[in-house]
């Protein structure tokens, strides 16, 4: 990854460049912020950075993710009866060069292993303490990058302190969470944070414009739907490509909502709606959830005359986009939101995805109906 190829992040660009021609570069740095951010992307052109800087042969061995000296942990599933990531790393490499942006949940459906518990073990960190015991094989700097290092277990934890501590000599330890909430403290106060925010919506602008053939109006929507974050804004574009369904299924939902009231025989559209969406894997389910909450967001602009915000409408299959939008209002949209939101976590959580989407669609007939 080459620091031009990294959607904006400016400034923390600069910061890291000069952590290196300042010689300043610690031995342990933590990044946190969502991977859509571009935690990942920052520490892959960082560490090409140092490693040139050593090797100007190293750059090129490091964007094709086969440095000799360049170590990489992330989560895997037990297969027999360890976890260790060098199992997976030919598919995980596969995944980052393809989008160095890709999430934890992208990773699962790479796999095809979503049900799967994912974490990073004690055996993953006695593995690295191996390699990291050996000396370098260009002789210069070795360098651990550890991605979702928050989905250590707390036995991982403990022996990946020890390694913080008394690191080997000309090691540098990169690591990338989403948040510092699963993290031990110990390890935290080893560590130099560094904050990675969202990314600018000028930015992912510029990102989409060089890099799909997509229009200015589409542009625009993908824009107000990512929030700053390029691999949502990436999926989105994927799956509108890929999935012209989200707005069917959107609007079947919503009609069997409003008739459940006066008709409960409708209430088995609704289960068999849910059962549908069941079937697909988590990154599209959750995907239509983003899908539908921005869809009411937009319903609720509708309403309160804000049509200049509304960049997209549903005007499909008779779809009275309007009259529906009466309906999303100050009195409903927070609950409807929350019960979306508490659906996308009971699916990041291995929930029962037929009892989650039931349980969700039955909702949203009884809070549609809710009138300011």
Do not use: C
């Amino acid at each position: 990854m080459k620091w031009e190829n990294i959607a904006g992040q400016e400034n923390l660009k600069k910061l890291l460049k000069d952590s290196i021609t300042e010689n300043r570069v610690s031995h342990a740095q933590l990044f946190i912020g969502k991977e859509g951010y571009g935690t990942m992307p920052l520490v892959l052109a960082y560490a090409r950075e140092i490693l040139k800087g050593e090797n100007e042969h190293a750059a090129s061995k490091v964007e094709h993710l086969n440095h000799l000296d360049l170590h990489f942990s992330f989560p895997v599933f037990t297969e027999g009866k360890t976890a260790v990531s060098k199992n997976r790393f030919d598919d995980f490499r596969e995944m980052i060069l393809n989008s160095a942006y890709a999430s934890f949940d992208d990773w699962t459906a790479h796999l095809e292993s979503e049900n799967k518990q994912f974490f990073i073990s004690a055996d993953e960190v006695d593995d690295q303490n191996q390699k990291f015991a050996l000396k370098s094989f260009e002789g210069g700097t070795k360098i651990l990058i550890v991605w979702r290092a928050d989905k250590m277990n707390v036995a991982a934890s403990n022996k990946f302190l020890k390694f913080l501590e008394e690191p080997p000599a000309k090691t540098i330890i990169l690591l990338t969470a989403e948040s510092t909430d699963d993290i031990l403290p110990t390890i935290l106060s080893r560590t130099q944070l560094i904050e990675v925010p969202r990314i600018n919506d000028e930015d992912i602008e510029a990102y989409l414009k060089n890099n799909f053939q997509v229009s200015a109006e589409k542009i625009r929507e993908i824009v107000h739907q990512a929030q700053g974050n390029l691999n949502d804004a990436i999926n989105f574009l994927n799956s509108e490509n890929k999935n012209p369904e989200f707005e069917k299924l959107f609007v079947q939902w919503v009609r069997d909502a409003f008739m459940v009231k006066k008709k409960p025989e409708f209430l088995k559209n609704i289960i068999l709606w849910a059962r549908e969406i069941a079937g697909w894997n988590r990154e599209k389910q959750k995907n239509f959830l983003n899908y539908a909450s921005e869809i009411f967001r937009l319903a609720l602009l509708q309403n309160y005359q804000s049509q200049d915000l509304v960049y997209k409408k549903i005007d499909a299959n008779g779809f009275n986009w309007e009259g529906f939008s009466k309906f999303i209002s100050g009195a409903n949209i927070i609950s409807i939101l929350d019960e979306i939101n508490d659906a996308d976590l009971h699916l990041t959580r291995n929930g029962n995805p037929k009892i989650v989407w039931t349980d969700l669609g039955i909702k949203l007939s009884r809070y549609i109906h809710k009138n300011s």
